[in-house]
C-alpha cells in the first residue's frame, strides 16, 4: 500500500493535513461571517443614531428655533358706526396665532374695504381697541334739547401686539378711515368686501436660515352684508351689524327682520 491509500486518500477528514485545512477554512469562514454581523450591527446602529440625531433636531427646531408664524382670523360679524361726521369706523374683532416658537409682533394692521354697489373703496387704519361696553346702545332720548344723550364708550389706543410663541391673542380693533370720509363709504344696505393686512415683525436672528424658512402671509379677504342702515341712527352713535355674505339669511329687503342688532337699536 501507498501513503495515500493507507490515510485514504487527500479527501479523507481523518488525515492530519485534511483536519488542519478543514479547520483554517471554518475558522476562516466564522471570522468573515462574524465581520459581516459586524458590519450589519454598526450600520443599524449608525441609522438609528441618525435617526435619534433627526429627531432632536426637529424638536429643538420646533420648540426653540422656529421663526413667528402669525395667522390672522377675523370674526364673521363686524359692526359699522360713526365718529362724528368725518370718521366712518369698522369694528372687528380679529385673534391671532402664532404657530412659531419665537415671539412675534404686529405693528399695526390695515383694512381695506370696497363696496360692491357703487365700487367705492376706502382704506383704514387700526386706531383703538376696544371691549364689549362700546357697543352699549345710545343713550334715551331727551325731550327738552330733542336729541339723544351719547353714552361715552371708552376706548384704547392702539399699540403693537406681542405674541408670545405657540400663543395667541383675542381683542376687537376700531378701524378709522384714512383721509376724508366724504362721500360715505356706508350710505345704505349692501354687501362690502373686506380686506385685513397686518404689518408684522419677526425674529431674524438665525440669518439666512430664517429667510429661506420665513412663512408667507396672505391677507384676510371676505365679504359681509348689511341688512339694514338707518343714517339718522348711526348720526346718535348707532352701530349696524354686518353678517358674513356665505351665511346667507334673510333677504336685504327683509328689513324688519334683519335690521339692526341691539346695538344699533333700530326705531
Known amino acids: 500500500m501507498t501513503k495515500n ?22 475558522a476562516t469562514q466564522a471570522r468573515s461571517e462574524e465581520r459581516s454581523a459586524h458590519g450589519l450591527s454598526g450600520w443599524i446602529a449608525a441609522l438609528v443614531s441618525l435617526i435619534a440625531l433627526l429627531f432632536s433636531a426637529y424638536s429643538l427646531w420646533e420648540t426653540s ?6 395667522q390672522l382670523y377675523a370674526s364673521p360679524v363686524v359692526h359699522y358706526t360713526r365718529d362724528g361726521e368725518d370718521a366712518e369706523v369698522f369694528a372687528v374683532p380679529i385673534t391671532i396665532s402664532n404657530s412659531g416658537a419665537r415671539d412675534g409682533a404686529v405693528l399695526s394692521l390695515d383694512l381695506r374695504v370696497k363696496a360692491n354697489a357703487g ?3 376706502r382704506e383704514f387704519y387700526s386706531a383703538y381697541w376696544v371691549d364689549g361696553s362700546f357697543f352699549v346702545p345710545p343713550g334715551r332720548f331727551d325731550p327738552n334739547t330733542r336729541s339723544f344723550e351719547r353714552v ?26 384714512k383721509g376724508s ?5 356706508v350710505a345704505d344696505k349692501g354687501t362690502f368686501e373686506l380686506t385685513l393686512e397686518p404689518s408684522v415683525r419677526v425674529d431674524e436672528s438665525l440669518g439666512i436660515i430664517d429667510r429661506v424658512f420665513k412663512p408667507r402671509r396672505e391677507p384676510v379677504t371676505f365679504t359681509v352684508r ?5 343714517d339718522s341712527e348711526v348720526k346718535r352713535g348707532g352701530t349696524f351689524r354686518m353678517v ?22 333700530k326705531p
Open 5 to 26: 491509500t493507507w490515510t485514504g486518500g487527500p479527501l479523507d477528514p481523518n488525515a492530519p493535513d485534511d483536519v488542519a485545512q478543514n479547520a483554517a477554512q471554518s
Open 226 to 230: 348689511l341688512p339694514w342702515f338707518s
Open 119 to 121: 365700487g367705492l373703496e
Open 181 to 185: 370720509a366724504w362721500p360715505k363709504l
Open 244 to 265: 358674513s355674505a356665505s351665511w346667507g339669511g334673510k333677504p336685504e329687503n327683509d328689513a324688519n327682520k334683519a335690521g339692526g342688532d341691539g346695538a344699533s337699536g
Open 152 to 177: 361715552d364708550r371708552p376706548k384704547t389706543p392702539f399699540a403693537p401686539i406681542a405674541v408670545p410663541g405657540r400663543g395667541t391673542y383675542t381683542g376687537t380693533i376700531l378701524f378709522y378711515n
Open 65 to 70: 428655533l422656529k421663526q413667528p408664524d402669525l
